[in-house]
């Protein structure tokens, strides 16, 4: 059940074939891809691409201070694209694509499976299937089996679990298809060889920027709860060393006392939080890794009377964004990464496997800070086509935003 936790965060989310039912708006908010005038330059960046990089712009920092697990060095997703002709060259090619996704349950993944199917239907890239796996490797490996009797030209694979899945996702690479992964490398598996490369969000930015927002927040001397993940986690691992490295470079400045306690079962975050308190009370704030540990301490907090505390965390989820709205909530500030953009950078690195260009072999996107005031604006370019939770909606206009 641990692992169940923890993966649904990381890969940061029924059956085989089956399409989305209610998540995202499947037809209304899509682009239709925009016909080519006379005359415009074909080597120029398709609108798409620059649309989407000019959003992230000023949240990119210059510095992508993690590293693969391959020992890639990722960069950010401002020079990958395509440009009007590329574009038209694969619409012409009548390609086809199936998603093998771990799971499908939140905002969160969603925009990312969402920003993948957009940009293939704007390329003119049949989706031929979309499976989830829940989690279970198992399941997977034959979904793999499923959708490669279909014979696509792409498959885009989220991998519920990298030792199991170099041996599931196998008959991918036996058949020489274009292969992309969000966020997980199979264990043993080389760009460029079994695979053109992978997309993901920025693990080390998602946790420095709620951790400065914590900095921030309190005053010179106070004292400052961090919860990191006691187990060899990548992902992880990644986050608690951007808590670390924020908290005594930044935090050192206000002379803040930092305790710090390993936890590896998010649904305990609760205890350990109110232990925590129990012995330090003078602790004024805490970080946790994502919203769901996030939610259960606020809840735990709650019941011992500490509602005084405050809390920052990663990522958009409905019980969070109440409480971030809720004038009386523990949330204060959430990080946020460009989510939608991740689903369009995996397709647009198929897309170079298809031309037969050469990918980044790690891509991500910039982390921003989401606050009651920009809530509505991120969520459109964060989880454009899935639809804002009706009570985020009324909570955000009883503020007047």
């Known amino acids: ?103 499908l349950a939140g905002e969160y993944t969603l925009a990312i499976h969402g920003g993948a199917i957009d940009v293939f239907e704007y390329l003119n890239i049949e989706v031929l299937a979309e499976t989830q796996a829940n989690f279970d490797a198992a399941k997977q490996a034959s979904d793999v089996e499923t959708v490669m009797a279909l014979d696509p030209d792409i498959v885009i694979g989220y991998v519920v679990d990298p030792v199991t899945g170099a ?77 670390r490295d924020a908290l005594e470079e930044h935090g050192s400045k206000k002379n803040l006392k930092v305790y710090e306690e390993g936890n590896v079962d998010p649904m305990a975050a609760g205890e350990l939080v ?59 500030s959430l990080s946020q990464d460009f989510t939608w953009n991740i689903g369009m950078n995996t397709a647009t690195i198929a897309a170079y496997g298809v031309l037969g260009k050469e990918a980044p072999q790690l891509v991500t996107v910039p982390t921003l800070s989401v606050t009651p005031d920009n809530l509505r604006e991120i969520w459109k370019v964060a989880y454009r086509g899935v639809p804002m939770p009706k009570e985020v909606d009324e909570a955000l206009k009883k503020l007047g935003k």
């Open 1 to 103: 059940m641990k692992r169940v936790w923890v993966v649904c965060f990381i890969i940061a989310i029924l059956v085989p074939g089956i399409l989305l039912a209610g998540g995202r708006k499947k037809d209304a908010e899509k682009k239709a891809a925009p016909a080519v005038e006379e005359g415009v330059d074909m080597d120029e960046i398709d609108p798409l691409w620059a649309e989407m990089h000019a959003l992230e712009e000023e949240y990119i920092n210059p510095q992508v201070k993690f590293t693969g697990t391959a020992g890639e060095q990722p960069v950010y997703d401002d020079d990958l694209y395509l440009t009007r002709g590329e574009v038209e060259k694969i619409r012409s090619m009548n390609l086809t694509a199936v998603y093998v996704d771990n799971n």
């Open 274 to 332: 109110t232990a925590m308190v129990q012995k330090w009370p003078e602790i004024e704030a805490f970080t946790l890794l994502w919203f769901d540990p996030a939610m259960v301490a606020v809840q735990d907090l709650r019941g011992m009377g500490r509602d005084d505390i405050q809390i920052f965390t990663f990522g958009m989820n409905t019980p969070a964004l109440l409480d971030l709205l809720d004038p009386d909530g523990m949330i204060k």
């Open 167 to 243: 041996q599931g996702f196998k008959p991918v690479v036996d058949a020489g298809k274009v292969l992309v992964f969000v966020s997980t490398r199979p264990e043993g598996y080389m760009p460029g060889r079994e695979y053109t490369g992978i997309s993901t969000n920025n693990p080390y930015d998602n946790a420095w920027v709620y951790t400065m927002d914590m900095i921030n927040a309190v005053d010179d001397g106070a004292a400052v709860g961090i919860i990191v993940w006691g187990g060899d986690y990548f992902v992880l691992n990644v986050m608690d060393d951007a808590t």
